[in-house]
C-alpha cells in the first residue's frame, strides 16, 4: 500500500476547509465573528499570508491563501488561528474525555481540509465554492447577501456581479421544501 504525503509548496496557494467540533446546531463562528477576525490579524500579523477568499458559515469556514514566497507552513498558522480564537470567547463547548485529558478545548475539529490549488481553472473553480456556499447551506438565496464572505470585495473587483448565482424566491421555495 502507498501512503501519499499530503503536498506542501512554499508560496503556495491553498484552499482551507476548517469545521467546528459540534456542527450540529452550532453559531460560534458567525456569533463570534469579531473574534475570529480578531485570530486571524493577529495570526497575520506574526505569520503573513493574504486572503484571497474566505467565507465564514456558523460551524465551518472555507478560505483560499496564499502563503509568501519560501514558506509553506500552513499548519501553523491555523494552530495559532483556533488558539486565539479559543482564547478569546467562554469555555461554552462540550468537551471530550479524550480533549480534557490533553488539556484540550472542544471548539475545534482536530483535522482540517487542504488543497493545493494547480492552476487558474482550479482556483476559479474554488473561489465559486467559497462564495457560493451559504446559497448551497439554505442561509440566503444570493451570495451577496451572506455578509461573512469575500464575495462583496470580488464584486468591487468585477470578478463577479452582484446578482451571480442568486436562486430566485420561486426556486429557493421549492428547494427547501
Same mark, same amino acid.
Given at each position: 500500500?502507498?501512503?501519499?504525503?499530503?503536498?506542501?509548496?512554499?508560496?503556495?496557494?491553498?484552499?482551507?476547509? %476548517?469545521?467546528?467540533? &459540534?456542527?450540529?446546531?452550532?453559531?460560534?463562528?458567525?456569533?463570534?465573528? $469579531?473574534?475570529?477576525?480578531?485570530?486571524?490579524?493577529?495570526? !497575520?500579523?506574526?505569520?503573513?499570508?493574504?486572503?484571497?477568499?474566505?467565507?465564514?458559515?456558523?460551524? /465551518?469556514? /472555507?478560505?483560499?491563501?496564499?502563503?509568501?514566497? $519560501?514558506?509553506?507552513?500552513? @499548519?501553523t498558522r491555523w494552530?495559532?488561528? +483556533?488558539?486565539?480564537?479559543?482564547? !478569546?470567547?467562554?469555555? &461554552? &463547548?462540550?468537551? @471530550?474525555?479524550?480533549?480534557?485529558? +490533553?488539556?484540550? !478545548?472542544?471548539?475545534?475539529?482536530?483535522?482540517? =481540509?487542504?488543497? %493545493?490549488?494547480?492552476?487558474?481553472?482550479?482556483?476559479?473553480?474554488h473561489l465559486d465554492?467559497? /462564495?457560493?456556499?451559504?446559497?448551497? /447551506?439554505?442561509?440566503?438565496?444570493?451570495?451577496?447577501?451572506?455578509?461573512?464572505?469575500?464575495?462583496?470585495?470580488?464584486?468591487?473587483?468585477?470578478?463577479?456581479?452582484?446578482? =451571480?448565482?442568486?436562486?430566485?424566491?420561486?426556486? $429557493? $421555495?421549492?428547494? =427547501? &421544501?
Amino acid at each position: 500500500m502507498r501512503v501519499y504525503k499530503r503536498a506542501k509548496i512554499a508560496g503556495g496557494v491553498y484552499f482551507f476547509t %476548517v469545521n467546528l467540533a &459540534e456542527r450540529c446546531g452550532n453559531d460560534l463562528l458567525t456569533r463570534h465573528i $469579531a473574534d475570529l477576525r480578531e485570530a486571524f490579524k493577529m495570526t !497575520r500579523k506574526s505569520h503573513p499570508f493574504s486572503i484571497e477568499a474566505i467565507v465564514v458559515l456558523p460551524d /465551518h469556514l /472555507h478560505c483560499v491563501w496564499q502563503l509568501p514566497p $519560501a514558506d509553506d507552513d500552513f @499548519s501553523t498558522r491555523w494552530r495559532l488561528i +483556533k488558539a486565539r480564537f479559543s482564547r !478569546r470567547i467562554d469555555g &461554552e &463547548e462540550r468537551i @471530550s474525555a479524550s480533549r480534557r485529558r +490533553k488539556g484540550e !478545548r472542544g471548539i475545534w475539529q482536530r483535522r482540517y =481540509w487542504e488543497h %493545493v490549488i494547480r492552476d487558474e481553472r482550479d482556483y476559479h473553480r474554488h473561489l465559486d465554492y467559497i /462564495h457560493f456556499n451559504p446559497v448551497k /447551506h439554505g442561509y440566503v438565496q444570493s451570495p451577496k447577501d451572506w455578509p461573512y464572505s469575500s464575495f462583496h470585495r470580488w464584486v468591487e473587483r468585477g470578478v463577479y456581479p452582484a446578482d =451571480w448565482a442568486s436562486i430566485s424566491p420561486d426556486v $429557493a $421555495a421549492c428547494q =427547501w &421544501e
